[in-house]
């Protein structure tokens, strides 16, 4: 769909409710958990790169299938996994260790990470979708974005809990880019 009718390129649904319409009743109910749920911070601004994200691979119902798996492989690889390897190597390193430790293990991370990038059909179509993970993990890690619940003591658990936390803003991001479409009610192409 994207913005194709916009244009007025009717071989595209065109809306029943406007484009501007639909995105501001988007909006507003993707902040209603972001004041609602307290220490459960809710970062929206996550979900909005996503719902970005959604638009830029062609606002179709079939982006679950590039997104879904290539966010978190970009999370779980190049963020957590390569975070938790340089908090376990820093106090081997003296006094920056954890920076000599994030330079140091950035070689294999990021380098599996793009690597990795061949391995499915959706890694190699989802490359967006892949760094968004990392970055996106990054962001809410190094901000603490996450909800203060559990040990948030264990520097593990906070690594973990960020990578979850932002996967599962990312895939509510897919879900709003999705209903943004769907509350449009878009009519069928004339040709069909």
């Given at each position: 769909m994207g913005l194709h009718w916009l244009k007025g390129d009717l071989s595209y649904?065109?809306?029943?409710i406007?484009?501007?319409?639909?995105v501001a009743i988007t909006v507003a109910l993707a902040l209603l958990p972001t004041f609602?749920?307290?220490?459960w911070s809710f970062p929206v601004w996550?979900?909005?790169?996503v719902w970005a994200e959604y638009f830029a691979l062609g606002a179709k119902l079939g982006t679950w299938k590039v997104i879904l798996p290539s966010l978190p492989f970009g999370a779980i690889v190049g963020g957590a996994a390569w975070?938790?390897?340089a908090v376990a190597l820093a106090p081997y390193l003296g006094g920056q260790g954890l920076l000599w430790a994030l330079f140091l293990t950035s070689f294999v991370w990021i380098t599996l990470l793009v690597y990795g990038l061949r391995w499915t059909q959706a890694f190699t179509v989802g490359v967006l979708a892949v760094f968004n993970g990392l970055t996106l993990f990054l962001a809410v890690y190094f901000t603490g974005s996450i909800p203060q619940v559990g040990p948030l003591a264990n520097?593990?658990?906070?690594?973990?809990?960020?990578?979850?936390?932002?996967i599962l803003m990312a895939y509510f991001g897919w879900f709003l880019g999705w209903f943004n479409v769907v509350i449009t009610f878009p009519r069928k192409p004339a040709s069909e």
């Open positions: 649904p065109s809306p029943r406007p484009l501007h319409w639909a609602l749920l307290g220490k996550v979900s909005f790169i975070i938790s390897s520097p593990y658990y906070v690594i973990w809990w960020a990578c979850l936390w932002t």
